[in-house]
């Protein structure tokens, strides 16, 4: 594959749309419409962010028996989807710091240990180059309804048989999916 150029279509307030040309091994032009984070792309390195876009958090009870949900309403898929606490990395900020701030914002818990980190992954790779952390620990306190009037959020603690029953009947984000179904069945 040969990249041939990039298009700026449309600027959101979150996202910008791009046309991406390029030629395939058999010399067919092609383009690929793609979404990002980054709102100048003008060039192929300029596709590769240097750091992440957003956090993840994947938190366990104070005991390690249960883990963090949320049950959100997404609009994309217009249905309620399983997915962990996640948000946006605010300028400044360092990932764990945006865990702790999200984790409060979406479910009024604190996340008052950090075990482990998992480096940069891809959000969603076959349409968008928007990158996420994952900030794993343990979280305590008690549930309080979301501080974003734009999100619909009920989060939950699950222990592992409960999740091996969500999985079967419910719709997940694939991280989370993923994810659950390996700390379940462990």
């Known amino acids: 594959m040969k990249f041939i150029g990039i298009e700026k279509k ?28 980054i709102p100048d792309i003008d060039s192929f390195e300029k596709l590769h962010g240097k750091k992440a876009d957003a956090v993840v958090i994947i938190a366990t009870d104070e005991t ?44 009024g818990l604190l996340l008052y240990e950090i075990t482990d980190f998992i480096n940069t992954s891809y959000s969603a790779v076959g349409f968008s180059n928007e990158t996420n952390v994952c900030v794993v620990g343990k979280a305590r306190g008690e549930f309080k309804e979301s501080t974003s009037t734009v999100e619909e959020i009920e989060p939950g603690w699950y222990t592992k048989k409960e999740v091996l029953e969500l999985l079967k009947t419910e719709k997940f984000a694939a ?5 659950c179904y390996n700390w379940a069945r462990m």
């Open 10 to 37: 449309e600027a959101g307030k979150f996202i910008t749309r791009y046309d991406v040309k390029y030629e395939t091994v058999d010399g067919k032009i092609k383009n690929y419409e793609m979404i990002s984070r």
């Open 64 to 107: 390690g028996e249960k883990i963090l949900i949320d049950r959100e309403f997404r609009l994309a898929p217009g249905e309620w989807v399983y997915n962990f606490p996640a948000g946006l990395i605010d300028p400044g900020e360092t990932p764990e710091e945006s865990a702790v701030r999200e984790l409060r914002e979406e479910t």
């Open 175 to 179: 991280r989370t999916q993923a994810f």
